[in-house]
């Protein structure tokens, strides 16, 4: 008996007929397995090393059902993806589109008044424009401001207002080159005099004033006519604005409204009315006084009395 058990122990008999079942198997199935498996390296090498044939027989149907498992969700996910990367796209896009409406809309800053009010450029000034921005123009507001209505009752301190036929008093003011100015030394015998008051320097419509007195300054010295411009702003401001607009003639800084008063052009407590006075040539004797006339207006209206009244 006991010989007997030791064979039985010792018996690897079936390892061999589970060899022989294996190899009774087909070996079709077993060659066309590593097929797939080449495709999946991992899977293949862990079930060649544990050499469970079994397994190998379950992992062929595993990954034939892997196979279109792996590709569903990767076509699945690629949807997704590229669809939502494009519908955020198109959104994004959207208001960029709308963002550049409102700048459209705001583009047109050339139609300011300010600017379209100083238009007035010739000679130098309008082949160049070099000094046009060296100083900020004033607001229109700010012109408003300063300007008085012409039925306003104008404070002539204390003394007797010109009226046509009187001569100039004898005022000093200075020019925009803090020059000392008799005004009553203006006038002689070959020279009238025409002197337009403006209610603030460097504003749109007093720039327009100033700036036709500029452009047709030529045919007033031809007919013996000196031009001055008149306001009450200090020197600094009178040149700052004479050189930038290239004037050919010099600006009064009346700051004490001394002249404006005598004028009849002063209207407390600092408000000026838009007004010009000419003084004959040879006698000195004002033979008009406008007052409340317009900017673009005023240069032309001048020159023709002059020329008429000088036939």
């Known amino acids: 008996m006991p010989p007997k058990k030791k064979e039985s122990s010792d018996a690897p008999a079936a390892e061999p007929r589970r060899s022989s079942r294996v190899a009774s198997q087909p070996a079709k199935p077993v060659e066309a397995k590593p097929k797939p498996a080449s495709k999946k390296a991992p899977a293949s090498k862990k079930r060649a090393a544990e050499g469970e044939p079994t397994a190998n027989g379950d992992a062929s149907k595993e ?64 082949a160049d424009g070099a000094n046009d921005d060296d100083i900020p123009e004033e607001t229109e507001e700010a012109e408003k401001e300063a300007e008085a209505s012409p039925d306003d009752k104008a404070e002539t301190g204390g003394e007797k207002e010109l009226e046509e036929g009187d001569v100039l008093p004898s005022i000093t003011i200075q020019d925009n080159k803090g020059q000392d100015v008799d005004v009553s030394t203006l006038c002689d015998s070959d020279h009238g005099l025409v002197i337009f008051v403006y209610p603030k320097a460097n504003t749109p419509g007093c720039t327009t004033q100033a700036c036709t007195y500029r452009d047709n300054y030529d045919e007033f010295e031809k007919l013996g006519y000196k031009v001055y411009g008149l306001s009450a702003d200090t020197v600094s401001a009178q040149d700052k604005w004479a050189t930038a607009k290239e004037f050919k003639y010099n ?11 005598r004028l009849g052009a002063f209207v407390p407590p600092k408000n000026i009315k838009r007004s010009h006075f000419i003084f004959e040539k040879g006698t000195g004797k004002l033979v008009e006084k406008k007052v409340g006339v317009k900017p673009a207006d005023d240069t032309k209206n001048a020159l023709s009395f002059i020329q008429s009244h000088h036939k």
């Not at 959207?94 to 705001?106: D, F, I, L």
């Not at 600006?251 to 008063?261: C, N, R």
């Open 63 to 126: 990954s034939a059902a892997e196979k279109p498992a792996s590709k569903k969700p990767k076509s699945s996910a690629e949807k997704p993806k590229s669809a939502a990367a494009e519908k955020p796209k198109s959104k994004a896009e959207k208001p960029k589109s709308t963002a550049t409406k409102p700048e459209s809309k705001k583009a047109p800053a050339s139609s300011k008044k300010p600017a379209s009010t100083a238009k007035p450029k010739s000679g130098k000034n309008a």
């Open 251 to 261: 600006l009064l800084a009346d700051t004490k409204h001394e002249l404006l008063k």
